[in-house]
């Protein structure tokens, strides 16, 4: 059993060394908990958060413990009546590990949707979605009509909130690094503009597609991209702050936008966490499966192999250097 442990904390994108793979043993089962064998790693920019000893929604990953991540696996052994031998699950704290020993409170179950790979019960179905989904339907709310920025808008929650942003009615425009994915993002995904943040200024951009400004900020960067969209949202504008991964790997906090703003404007600026919408999941999966099943919605997947490139893997999200929601495959299905 291979398992990633951390350390010590990494300064800046994750080194090797930072990280040790090591082998041990699999413990012995008690009463109620089940041998996962994890197929799919979720790999997440909030994965770098976990490392830092830092105040955060969850405590940080303790030196020397296995590195947390959210898994897909098989169940190889069960004492709990509720979980059986060669059933799905999505144990919340499966970990950078071949297997995981998971107590049933901690387990949920995946039913695979029909016609869709497995995969996209941990991206599209999973907390991606979740993500996506609630950030725009009950953090944003767009009407119809109303222009809706989106940072990282290539990516895996991007490239969902988008789409759904669309069906709401709402005018998208797309901050993305590079023309390929920004070509994907109006050519495919059916966003109404794009912004290449790496080969145009993102503020003269905006003032050149929403010359009135923007109703809302989609946030998921953080830094000048968030200042360039929130200095140009309209009054009584609503910003979701989903994500700042461009402070993840930062030694100094980045520049932070002008408060006065939000009073002189009457912003609505909100945080959100998708463990809060977990509960909701039903929901989203109502209105986006038949979306996913028709092709309405799109979604990409990468999938890089092998547990142990798993560190390397988890820097692309900071490099860009992967389309949509990164994956370590770790066993097959
Ligand atoms: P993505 O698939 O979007 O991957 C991250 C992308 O961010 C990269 O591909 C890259 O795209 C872009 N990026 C990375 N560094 C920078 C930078 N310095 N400046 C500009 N862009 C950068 O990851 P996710 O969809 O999983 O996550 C997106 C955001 O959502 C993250 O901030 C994450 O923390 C947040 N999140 C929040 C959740 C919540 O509950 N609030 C839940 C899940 C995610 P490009 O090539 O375009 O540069």
Known sequence: NRQWVLRQRPKGLVQ?????????????????????????????P??????????????????????????????????????RVGDI???LSGGWADYAVV?????????????????????????????????????????AGETMVISAAAGAVGSIAGQVAKARGARVIGIAGGPDKCRWLTEELGFDD??????????????RLAPDGVEMN???VGGDIMIAVFNRLKTHGRMAVCGLISAYNATKMPPSPNFARIITHRLRVQGFLVLDYAPRAREMVAEMGPWLQSGEVKWKVHVDDGLENALDSLNRLFTGDHDGKLLVRVSEE
Do not use: C
Not at 20 to 43: D, F, H
Not at 115 to 138: E, R
Not at 194 to 207: F, M, P, Q, S, T
């Open 89 to 91: 699950v999505t144990p």
């Open 218 to 220: 989609f946030e998921n």
């Open 194 to 207: 794009a912004i290449d943040y790496k080969n145009e200024d993102v503020g003269e951009a905006l003032d």
């Open 103 to 143: 107590s049933e409170m901690e387990l949920r179950q995946v039913h695979r949707a029909p016609g869709l790979p497995l995969t996209a019960n941990l991206s599209v179905l999973g907390m991606t979605g979740l993500t996506a989904y609630f950030g725009v339907t009950d953090v944003l709310k767009p009407q």
């Open 46 to 83: 909030t994965n770098r958060t976990w490392m830092n000893d830092a105040e955060g929604y969850l405590p940080p990953v303790p030196l020397g413990g296995v590195m947390r991540g959210l898994t897909l696996g098989v169940v190889e052994e069960s004492r709990s009546s509720r979980f």
């Open 16 to 44: 090797p060394g930072d990280l040790e793979l090591v082998e041990a043993p699999v413990p012995a089962l008690n009463e109620s908990e089940v041998l996962v064998r994890t197929i799919y790693l979720s790999l997440d």
